[in-house]
């Protein structure tokens, strides 16, 4: 099974698109943090422009956490997409290209090999969780210092004390690596049901964006759809910098996403043990 | 009834022997407790309640020096009053600065207190001062600043063991505040749900409460403590 799964690793390796995702969050990061070290200071004052007219603001504001915190927010809706590139390939992709029969005539079964995909694609989401995370937290930190945590609302500010953060940051990739695998294993599925490539991730792309409008959009007839869509609950990684902690709201999140990953897996399995391979 | 009679007598005495007293000469009187103080640092528990900001309770350290030096370090974000707490007092040094005409006496508390009122002859960011003072101990129990640049801020000060310096053991200020609001783009708050509609314009109050503890007075503090980071 380890040879399996290190054969599959070799495969997303191997890919140059595999390093599309890195690229982008490196780009990304690095960009913010060198517009918040230019141009921090002024952002910054606009926020608080109204509290300052009442109050002295005291302590280091523009700190390693605060950049980590505004980059998860901007990037964490964005990943499932460089996702959705590697893990909707993963079976298509071998369908496409004719390798899918190779691969079946190993004395592995089905089933084995399925796991074998999902396992290496969950380590590559988990690779590039933990690169956003070295890059967004460890190089804020170095470069902007620590501090106390400014998570910005547009209707309320909480500040959070410094020791009381960085657990935060590590749930919250917890949660973000959780969200993200939900699309590992909905892209699989897909993946599973077609022989060409594209389909399964143009397919995800799609389904994610739309049920992102969705969530987005602050319309009634939208409410009790909202609840359903597995977007809404990818961005409980929010609720862990609330205080109090909504522990409720965030059980409830994570059920939904683990029920999703466990449901999109069983499709995947179910169809993909009893496919007829033609080519 | 002879009670009664020694009891009202003795109210009489101490509301007679209060305004007997011109509004100016009790305020040198709170000048006098409070110039024994040449510098101090304290201990310092600083509580928050303000709108649209969810701030925990943050401890730390607290250094004055004459005439208007006031720092506060904390290993933390802190909100604090745009004056420091001995704006007032430093106001009232000079009394030729200003007017003062006496309010009549009102209880804070269970203290009687003469209320005075304050209004600067000069150019001034303040535009009336309103001081609570327990005349018997010389010392300012409320006061409320209404100033061109902040709005009305209230200071309501708690004496204990340090009252002789005039040193309170805790402030409260209740500051005007604007409703928080920043649009969500700005805020990266894009996923987040719109709060019902509420008028920005509506002011609410902030609260700031310091408690002081373990004075340490004339320790001939040094500059370099209140100089900014």
């Known amino acids: 099974m380890i040879n399996l799964i290190q054969l599959e690793l070799f495969k997303i390796v191997t890919k140059p698109r595999s390093y599309m995702g890195f690229l982008a969050i ?87 090999i399925l796991w074998a995909k999902y396992i290496a694609g969950s380590i590559y989401t988990f690779a590039l969780i933990l690169w956003l995370g070295l890059l967004a937290l460890g190089v804020g930190l170095l470069v902007f210092g620590t501090g106390d945590l400014v998570v910005l609302k547009s209707d309320e500010l909480i500040i959070l004390r410094a020791d009381d953060v960085i657990w935060r940051f590590i749930g919250a990739f917890f949660v973000a690596f959780l969200s993200l695998s939900v699309i590992t294993t909905f892209s699989l599925m897909l993946s599973c049901f077609t022989d060409n490539s594209i389909t399964p991730i143009v397919a995800s792309m799609s389904v994610i964006i739309i049920f992102t409008i969705i969530g987005t959009l602050d319309v009634p007839l939208f409410d009790t759809i909202k609840p359903a869509l597995f977007t809404t609950h990818m961005i409980i990684w929010r609720n862990l910098f609330d205080n109090p902690l909504p522990k409720e709201q965030i059980a409830i999140s994570l059920s939904v996403l683990f029920g999703h990953i466990v449901l999109f897996l069983s499709i995947a399995f179910w169809h993909f043990t009893r496919k007829d391979i033609q080519n | 009834m002879k009670k009664y009679i020694l009891v009202t007598c003795l109210v009489l005495i101490f509301v007679l022997s209060s305004l007997a007293q011109t509004p100016k000469e009790l305020i040198a009187k709170v000048n006098k407790n409070f110039s024994k103080v040449k510098d101090y640092s304290a201990d310092l528990a600083m ?45 009232l040094k000079d009394t030729n600065a200003y007017t003062a005409v006496s309010g009549g006496v009102e209880k804070i508390g269970a203290t009687s207190c003469t209320v005075i009122n304050v209004i600067p002859n000069g150019e001034n960011d303040l535009i009336l001062g309103k001081f609570w003072i327990d005349a018997a101990k010389g010392l300012v ?20 063991a340090m009252s002789t310096y005039a040193l309170p053991d805790k402030i409260v200020f ?4 604007a409703k928080f609001k920043v649009p969500k783009a700005v805020a990266v708050d894009l996923n987040s749900k719109s709060a019902p509609k509420t008028d920005s314009s509506v002011k609410g109050t902030g609260i700031i409460s310091l408690q002081f503890s373990k004075y340490l007075l004339n320790q001939k503090l040094s500059d370099e403590v209140f100089k900014e980071d």
């Open chain 1, 26 to 112: 490196t780009v990304i990061v690095l960009l913010i943090q060198f517009a918040f070290y230019v141009d921090g200071k002024q952002y910054l004052e606009f926020i608080f422009q109204s509290l300052q007219n009442s109050f002295q603001i005291e302590g280091n504001i523009l700190n390693g956490a605060l950049i980590c915190f505004i980059i998860l927010q901007m990037l964490i809706v964005q990943m499932p997409l460089l996702v959705a590139l590697v893990t909707g390939d993963l079976v298509s992709g071998e369908a496409a290209s004719g390798t899918i029969r190779l691969l079946l005539s190993k004395p592995y079964s089905r089933a084995q």
């Open chain 2, 47 to 91: 509580n928050f309640a303000i709108p649209g900001v969810n701030i925990e309770p943050i401890s730390g350290k607290v250094f004055y020096k004459q005439p208007d030096k006031f720092r506060v370090r904390t290993k933390g974000i802190v909100f604090l009053p745009k004056q420091n707490p001995y704006y007032a007092l430093a106001l």
């Open chain 2, 141 to 160: 129990l409320k006061s409320q600043l209404t100033t061109k640049s902040n709005g009305t801020i209230t200071i309501e000060n708690t004496f204990g």
């Open chain 2, 174 to 177: 209740t500051i005007d505040v």
